[in-house]
């Protein structure tokens, strides 16, 4: 039973648009195609150290672990340790940047290197400001291909040489096919399920006319295909 | 601290002879032989054979550090020595046979063309998102639509907790999400599951299906407790119309003490469910000395309702979080052992032969691709990450497991072979080659072992041939499917496993993560990215009216669910199916024949000290070679090469 009442509501309501007031220069959407996304990030720092020494590093799996320790912080977006570099990269949420979630300041971040035994040299430092939406989230949304690798039983050669072509032309076509087939299941379910043709403001009418016409038309050479969608639930195949 | 010899009063065993058992030496106390393993000395761990080597983290610092698997009796067990926090031993895999009978068909799939982020994983895995260092595709790709859920179930850490934020993407970011998984390359996911918290909180959930099936999903399944589904049936009918395909429902047990959870409403959901056509698998966690004896009842409580419900998903637990020595010795349980249970609480209907690694089936994926020139699935996850069977239900109550009559290995290894001779062929060699070998298909079924209601190599050259959806469901209809998955935990992690996964999770910021990565460590990977996407809970509050976080709670009113009459059909008029004469019988039989082939296996002695167990080279892949990281490859730039 929830027991707070209606005037502690109002004060979180009232909390809340003193909050909002406050941090309404926050741009926390950004808009494409005219629909708007949650981005918490606008401009981040991205802070490279290099020449760290390599006693402080120590291997491989301690670098790792460094990393891990550096990304238990909310206010680093990223981090990475290369031991073999000698270079710890982080992307950070600077404490002057315009949003609302935790920061931290580059001081911080060096002192925090520090308390993990590693001693950054501010000479070798380099450090710029990231757009957070252009370069890390659209890119993570949409990555290029950066090789290829054929289907098995042919050789690289062989895919590029007339196979790919086909085969994506031939996808387009099973994709479409494949929508049109589910369009199709939806017009049989909702002949068995009327109650819900009903909510949808959907003519079951003129369902059923399409159906009589095509059982008519080709009668009984019909062949009624599965729509498969019970399906291979193991992995989806 | 770990386990080290001297933590301990004394870590050596021996049987008492009075009464057969295996007791602690110095205090005589008796010792469960399922916890024997943990008890050694470190001594008599080292002396032990080794079998791999590989990549693991300490579970306490999360050190990288190397992982011994070592067989310990039947077991195959995994050591790893941290300098700071010391030994941790641990269960891999309770079966030594089953271990290197699996391993053989382990193989190394293709990943991604278009990884998320460029860099080789040298810290793996706290690199993560889909890398180049990444072997296989997206198999099935979860999306949390919501951290918000109806029960608080003590043991999880999924859901949002009272005042904590609350995450819940928008359509269009989900949207977002579907297409970029859609974009995938070379193979697009094609099978989703909607997960949370509980996803049926969301009023929109079926305009969400419905994107995902116009995003292209073919397969789409909604993890739920079933609850809100059994309760109110017409959301059911509205999910199944918007394209969910299955629901993977949470099923811990057939008793109210083994599944709390969702006991009093399963028979209203699976009545909704068959209302709705809408197929069910259900899905236990399988925990020692909680719901390990109720295996047997679960198969048979799927069977009694196998017009609806198409598989049972066995997951051993993950003992993600901290948690003492002794409580993680007695509930840790893996695939053999789970099935090793199967095969007693079934009375022998189905042993632990009847069971298959999931990277079997990759042989008849390459097949297909090998003949059509398409990408197709490609199930290259690791061997220890999953099994599978199938059972068929005949029409006289006998259960048939595919093993006996279909030598699936063997038509592995000639589908293999074939697709390796396919290489280089043109397109009519391919398909007169493909002919022959479909119709060498025979010879790997057992016409007089098969169900008498299946014309099993027709339904088998109807998969291969048309590799589509549709007979595949034909397959599905007269069968149920039981699998093995066992996610891991910090305890048996094993860095090659992870680097194959194929079930992945997608993050709001685009990044796709393996489901070993974004849930063991959700410290940097699930908890941090929710915590960047999700609102404050008072601004959810105040920007969604009627809401609180009490409202979302489910409180049963058990008497009443105990009284209506689905219920009382479903727990009170079930058939034993593992008691009917039909399979006794079936079962006596295969006992018989497996004692004559024991006593055939000849002993091989070993001498005494360390014996390291190599499997030669032409049957097995090692996935240790290639270096320090154990990634295979010179290239991957970890610098331990």
């Given amino acids: 039973m929830d027991k707070r009442g209606d005037a502690e509501t109002y004060t979180y309501a009232k909390e809340l648009e003193k909050e909002k007031a406050d941090t309404k220069e926050y741009q926390e959407y950004v808009e494409e195609n005219g629909k708007k996304f949650y981005v918490p990030y606008r401009t981040v720092r991205e802070v490279i150290f290099s020449g760290i020494k390599k006693e402080e590093l120590i291997d491989t799996e301690h670098a790792?672990?460094?990393?891990?320790?550096?990304?238990?912080?909310?206010?680093?977006?990223?981090?990475?340790?290369?031991?073999?570099?000698?270079?710890?990269?982080?992307?950070?949420?600077?404490?002057?940047?315009?949003?609302?979630?935790?920061?931290?300041?580059?001081?911080?971040?060096?002192?925090?290197?520090?308390?993990?035994?590693?001693?950054?040299?501010?000479?070798?430092?380099?450090?710029?400001?990231?757009?957070?939406?252009?370069?890390?989230?659209?890119?993570?949304?949409?990555?290029?291909?950066?090789?290829?690798?054929?289907?098995?039983?042919?050789?690289?050669?062989?895919?590029?040489?007339?196979?790919?072509?086909?085969?994506?032309?031939?996808?387009?076509?099973?994709?479409?096919?494949?929508?049109?087939?589910?369009?199709?299941?939806?017009?049989?379910?909702?002949?068995?399920?009327?109650?819900?043709?009903?909510?949808?403001?959907?003519?079951?009418?003129?369902?059923?006319?399409?159906?009589?016409?095509?059982?008519?038309?080709?009668?009984?050479?019909?062949?009624?295909?599965?729509t498969g969608e019970k399906g291979f639930w193991f992995h989806g195949i | 601290m770990g386990i080290s010899s001297a933590s301990r009063p004394s870590d050596t065993l021996q049987i008492d002879e009075r009464t057969n058992t295996v007791v602690n030496a110095a205090t005589g106390a008796q010792?469960?032989?399922?916890?024997?393993?943990?008890?050694?000395?470190?001594?008599?761990?080292?002396?032990?054979?080794?079998?791999?080597?590989?990549?693991?983290?300490?579970?306490?610092?999360?050190?990288?550090?190397?992982?011994?698997?070592?067989?310990?009796?039947?077991?195959?067990?995994?050591?790893?020595?941290?300098?700071?926090?010391?030994?941790?031993?641990?269960?891999?895999?309770?079966?030594?046979?089953?271990?290197?009978?699996?391993?053989?068909?382990?193989?190394?799939?293709?990943?991604?063309?278009?990884?998320?982020?460029?860099?080789?994983?040298?810290?793996?895995?706290?690199?993560?998102?889909?890398?180049?260092?990444?072997?296989?595709?997206?198999?099935?790709?979860?999306?949390?639509?919501?951290?918000?859920?109806?029960?608080?179930?003590?043991?999880?850490?999924?859901?949002?907790?009272?005042?904590?934020?609350?995450?819940?993407?928008?359509k269009q970011e989900l949207n977002k999400m579907f297409i970029k998984l859609r974009n995938q390359k070379p193979i697009p996911a094609n099978a989703l599951?909607?997960?949370?918290?509980?996803?049926?909180?969301?009023?929109?959930?079926?305009?969400?299906?419905?994107?995902?099936?116009?995003?292209?999903?073919?397969?789409?399944?909604?993890?739920?407790?079933?609850?809100?589904?059994?309760?109110?049936?017409?959301?059911?009918?509205?999910?199944?119309?918007?394209?969910?395909?299955?629901?993977?429902?949470?099923?811990?047990?057939?008793?109210?003490?083994?599944?709390?959870?969702?006991?009093?409403?399963?028979?209203?959901?699976?009545?909704?469910?068959?209302?709705a056509n809408l197929s069910i698998v259900l899905v236990p966690t399988v925990i020692r000395t909680i719901n390990d004896h109720e295996l047997g009842s679960i198969i048979n409580f799927a069977l009694n309702n196998v017009d609806i419900v198409r598989a049972v998903n066995f997951q051993p637990v993950s003992l993600v979080g901290?948690?003492?020595?002794?409580?993680?010795?007695?509930q840790r349980i893996t695939i053999p052992g789970a099935i090793k249970l199967i095969e007693k609480q079934t009375n022998g209907v189905i042993t632990k032969e009847d069971w298959f690694s999931v990277p079997y089936v990759g042989g008849i994926n390459r097949f297909i691709e090998a003949l059509t020139g398409e990408y197709k699935y490609d199930l290259s996850i690791h061997f220890a990450c999953g099994a599978g069977t199938y059972l068929f239900l005949d029409k006289d109550n006998k259960i048939l497991p595919i093993t006996r009559f279909l030598d699936a290995a063997g038509l592995m290894e000639h589908l293999q072979n074939?697709?390796?001779?396919?290489?280089?062929?043109?397109k009519l060699e391919r398909r007169l080659m493909a002919i022959k070998a479909l119709l060498d298909i025979n010879k790997f079924i057992d016409k007089e072992k098969q169900p008498k209601s299946i014309n099993f190599a027709k339904l088998l050259t109807a998969v291969l041939m048309k590799h589509d959806f549709s007979s595949v469901g034909m397959f599905q209809m007269k069968s149920l499917f039981l699998g093995m998955m066992h996610f891991q935990d910090e305890y048996t992690y094993d860095i090659r496993r992870v680097e194959k996964c194929d079930i992945h999770y997608s993050m709001p910021d685009g990044r796709v993560l393996p489901f070993c990565t974004f849930n063991?460590?959700?410290?940097?990977?699930?908890?941090?990215?929710?915590?960047?996407?999700?609102?404050?809970?008072?601004?959810?509050?105040?920007?969604?009216?009627?809401?609180?976080?009490?409202?979302?709670?489910?409180?049963?009113?058990?008497?009443?669910?105990?009284?209506?009459?689905?219920?009382?059909?479903?727990?009170?008029?079930?058939?034993?199916?593992?008691?009917?004469?039909?399979?006794?019988?079936?079962?006596?039989?295969?006992?018989?024949?497996?004692?004559?082939a024991v006593q055939k296996i000849a002993v091989v002695e070993t001498s005494g000290g360390t014996e390291e167990v190599k499997t030669p080279a032409s049957e097995a892949v090692s996935d240790s070679e290639g270096g320090a990281c154990g990634c295979g490859r010179d290239d991957c730039g970890c610098g331990g090469h």
């Avoid at chain 1, 050669?157 to 199709?184: C, H, I, P, Q």
């Avoid at chain 2, 918290?197 to 292209?216: F, H, S, Y």
């Avoid at chain 2, 059909?569 to 018989?592: C, G, H, S, W």
């Fill in chain 1, 64 to 226: 790792a672990r460094l990393q891990y320790r550096l990304m238990l912080k909310d206010s680093i977006l990223f981090a990475k340790v290369e031991f073999v570099a000698r270079r710890i990269k982080v992307t950070y949420n600077p404490d002057d940047a315009n949003n609302r979630k935790e920061k931290i300041s580059l001081q911080q971040l060096i002192e925090l290197l520090a308390k993990e035994g590693v001693h950054v040299d501010e000479r070798q430092m380099q450090q710029r400001d990231v757009d957070y939406y252009n370069e890390i989230y659209k890119y993570q949304f949409n990555p290029p291909s950066i090789r290829e690798h054929p289907p098995y039983g042919y050789t690289l050669e062989e895919w590029r040489n007339g196979m790919k072509a086909e085969y994506e032309s031939r996808k387009e076509v099973y994709d479409k096919a494949k929508l049109e087939k589910f369009r199709a299941f939806q017009e049989e379910y909702l002949l068995q399920h009327p109650e819900l043709a009903k909510e949808l403001g959907v003519d079951i009418g003129a369902i059923q006319e399409k159906e009589k016409k095509r059982a008519s038309l080709l009668g009984k050479l019909v062949k009624k295909k599965e």
């Fill in chain 2, 31 to 170: 010792v469960d032989e399922l916890q024997a393993p943990y008890h050694r000395t470190i001594e008599e761990i080292e002396a032990m054979p080794v079998i791999d080597k590989t990549k693991t983290v300490c579970p306490e610092c999360k050190l990288i550090i190397d992982g011994i698997l070592y067989k310990d009796g039947d077991n195959v067990m995994i050591r790893k020595y941290c300098p700071e926090d010391g030994w941790t031993i641990e269960k891999y895999w309770e079966d030594y046979d089953m271990y290197m009978r699996m391993r053989n068909y382990n193989y190394y799939g293709r990943g991604f063309d278009n990884p998320d982020v460029i860099n080789k994983g040298e810290n793996c895995p706290f690199d993560c998102a889909m890398c180049l260092r990444h072997k296989s595709h997206s198999g099935l790709v979860n999306v949390v639509v919501t951290n918000r859920c109806h029960l608080s179930c003590w043991y999880c850490f999924f859901y949002a907790k009272e005042g904590e934020p609350v995450y819940e993407p928008s």
């Fill in chain 2, 193 to 275: 599951q909607i997960t949370g918290g509980e996803p049926t909180m969301r009023e929109d959930l079926p305009e969400i299906v419905t994107m995902a099936k116009e995003a292209g999903f073919d397969q789409i399944q909604l993890n739920t407790t079933g609850i809100n589904l059994g309760l109110h049936p017409e959301m059911m009918v509205k999910l199944r119309y918007a394209g969910v395909s299955t629901l993977y429902m949470s099923f811990d047990g057939v008793s109210k003490r083994a599944n709390p959870k969702n006991h009093w409403e399963v028979p209203a959901t699976l009545a909704a469910a068959r209302k």
């Fill in chain 2, 322 to 330: 901290r948690m003492p020595a002794r409580l993680r010795e007695k």
């Fill in chain 2, 418 to 426: 074939v697709v390796n001779e396919m290489q280089g062929k043109s």
């Fill in chain 2, 520 to 596: 063991v460590f959700p410290e940097v990977y699930r908890d941090k990215i929710q915590r960047q996407y999700a609102i404050p809970s008072k601004e959810w509050e105040a920007t969604h009216p009627n809401w609180n976080y009490a409202a979302d709670k489910y409180r049963r009113d058990i008497k009443a669910l105990e009284a209506t009459p689905e219920y009382q059909k479903t727990y009170n008029q079930a058939i034993d199916f593992f008691t009917l004469p039909v399979n006794a019988a079936e079962a006596a039989k295969m006992r018989a024949s497996k004692a004559r």
